[in-house]
């Protein structure tokens, strides 16, 4: 508002120099020739001086002002967003897409950033020079006023007009941004595979493709709204013809005097070029609107994970984790077609200190297991409880402030060892090195120049994949978890490793409730049951013993893998 106080008083009195000009000219002038005193004629210029002066000075000042403001204003906005993306559900992740939720926190917020900015630094100005000009012009000269308004509704006609199609089309090249963004992410997540397999034309062409459909959607668009600048300035300059041709018959007639014609051209200009940055602003408009709705699209989303009110009390007597006949699919499946389900039925118990590992084949359906466990989705049907308790009247951050996690492609971020570790918690050294003794990554670490105070390289290119694993579970065993889920986290390391890891574990940290997912059934032979999935449905539930003498399939893999270990 301070700003805006400032841009309008500036403009205020801008408004003022062509009306002095015209008073010099008309008044004063002829005043000097008779006299010869140019008191009057100083006085009056310097103070035309002035007021030129201030509109400028306080212009500057009012840019300075909106241009702070506007950076702060979408830092808010960005912000909101970024922490609603944290706070959608898998769903709505799904839905949205990663590459689509980057570019809306990207070029989507530019967009509406230089909408505020010019908002703010031309909008006020060019709307009141705009009705302060027509007010001045309608002082000096009502008709040739009325020969100026005679343009405007052709001119307003071309920007509504222009903002009217330029809204879909630049959502079209947001779209279309949305779509190179993810062939960009995938191009560079992958780099090493593109490498190996010698695909680098391809996946240029592959980008090729996108980057040009995102230009011929950005010239469509920018060949709609660069229509409206020339039109508006021929609409516009056919009106000062006039005026000026209204004006010379009217000064010739002795109706106005000189002066009056050249304020009035000179408030002219001024409006022309007000009119020109509305244009400019409609133009910007077009770009922020449709980025706004792509933006309020991810904040208006419906939160899906809803907490419901729990009024029952906590029993001893009860699994530390209870799955009662889950259903999942990822999409709508109102008509209950099972094989759009990508758990069927899925039920089992597991107390409190006990162990459980999910085998089965890929796609099986074990990591949606964890993911329906963890809550980032909630089951189509059935229930999931928590100490007796279901898991959708936990507050989402009570409920996975139990679990410490670790998935096999996580990520190392660019910080000291002991920062990834520790991960912004309140955990103690002790932990982070206790926690990496039972991990097996205490020697590698050690090994480091700084040890624990390396610094870890983007993503952990300077680790091998072993180690990034072992990283993984000490950040998931560092915070003391109730819960302690492997998300197929021991894929990259040796079977002794993997083996001294477990026993780590079990010896370490016994009190947490174990839950691996694995491909290898020597990394959940000795969990105390063993779930065999396939097809999303469960086939097998027991100990390795029981499981090889009753589960045929569970018994063949264990065949394959253990050979004559059996």
Not at 73 to 86: E, S, T, V
Not at 537 to 542: E, R
């Amino acid at each position: 508002m301070i700003g805006y106080i400032i841009k309008i008083s500036g403009t205020v009195v801008g408004l003022f120099v062509p009306r002095i000009m015209k008073m010099l000219i008309d008044d004063i002038v002829p005043v000097v020739k008779e006299t010869g005193d140019w008191t009057e004629f100083i006085g009056f210029s310097l103070f035309m001086v002035f007021c030129a002066l201030f509109d400028r000075c306080f212009n500057v000042i009012a840019n300075r002002r909106a241009a702070k403001y506007s950076m702060l204003a979408i830092r808010h906005l960005r912000y909101d967003l970024y922490k609603k993306i944290l706070s959608l559900s898998g769903k709505k992740t799904d839905e949205f897409g990663i590459p689509s939720l980057v570019s809306r926190l990207t070029s989507d917020s530019y967009n509406i950033h230089t909408f505020f900015n010019i908002m703010q630094r031309m909008g006020v100005r060019a709307t009141f020079i705009t009705i302060g000009g027509l007010i001045m012009c309608a002082t000096l000269d009502p008709i040739l006023t009325l020969t100026l308004v005679a343009t405007f509704p052709f001119v307003f006609g071309v920007v509504f007009f222009i903002s009217k199609k330029g809204i879909p089309l630049y959502t079209a090249v947001q779209n279309a941004v949305d779509k190179m963004v993810r062939i960009m992410r995938e191009d560079v997540s992958g780099i090493r595979v593109i490498k190996a397999l010698s695909k680098e034309d391809y996946e240029r062409n592959r980008f090729e493709g996108a980057n040009s459909e995102t230009v011929s959607e950005e010239l469509k668009a920018s060949g709609v709204t660069a229509i409206s600048g020339p039109v508006i300035s021929l609409f516009l300059n056919m009106g000062l013809v006039l005026v000026i041709i209204v004006g010379a018959y009217r000064v010739n007639s002795g109706a106005i005097k000189g002066g009056t014609i050249i304020a009035f051209l000179t408030y002219f200009t001024t409006i022309l070029n007000s009119i020109i940055a509305v244009n400019r602003i409609f133009v910007n408009y077009s770009k922020a609107s449709a980025s706004a709705k792509r933006i309020f699209a991810v904040m208006d989303a419906e939160d899906d994970l809803k907490v419901i009110p729990y009024f029952g009390r906590a029993s001893k007597n009860v699994p530390k984790i209870e799955f009662r006949h889950v259903f999942f699919s990822f999409g709508d499946n109102k008509d209950d077609n099972e094989e759009k389900y990508v758990l069927n039925n899925i039920s089992f118990t597991l107390e409190k200190g006990e162990s459980l590992g999910i085998i089965g084949a890929t796609g099986a359906g074990k990591t949606t297991i964890i993911s329906l466990l963890m809550r980032f989705y909630d089951p189509t049907k059935g229930d999931i409880l928590i100490d007796g308790r279901n898991i959708k009247t936990y507050p989402l951050k009570e409920l996975r402030r139990m679990f410490g996690v670790a998935f096999q492609n996580d990520i190392i971020f660019a910080d000291a060892i002991d920062e990834n570790i520790r991960f912004g918690r309140d955990i103690s050294d002790e932990d982070v090195e206790r926690a990496a003794k039972a991990a097996c990554a205490y020697e590698f670490i050690q090994g480091k120049d700084a040890g624990f105070k390396h610094e870890a390289a983007i993503k952990g290119a300077d680790f091998s994949g072993g180690q990034k694993q072992r990283l993984f579970v000490s950040r998931a065993l560092a915070g003391h978890p109730s819960i302690l889920v492997l998300d197929d986290s021991s894929s990259a390391l040796d079977y002794k490793t993997d083996a001294d890891l477990r026993e780590n574990i079990g010896k370490d940290y016994s009190n947490c409730t174990l839950i691996s997912v694995a491909q290898r059934i020597s990394s959940v032979m000795k969990m105390s049951k063993i779930l065999v999935i396939d097809d999303g449905k469960i086939i097998g539930l027991g100990n390795h013993e029981d499981l090889l003498k009753n589960n045929e399939v569970y018994k063949e893999i264990a065949a394959t893998q253990l050979g004559s270990l059996l």
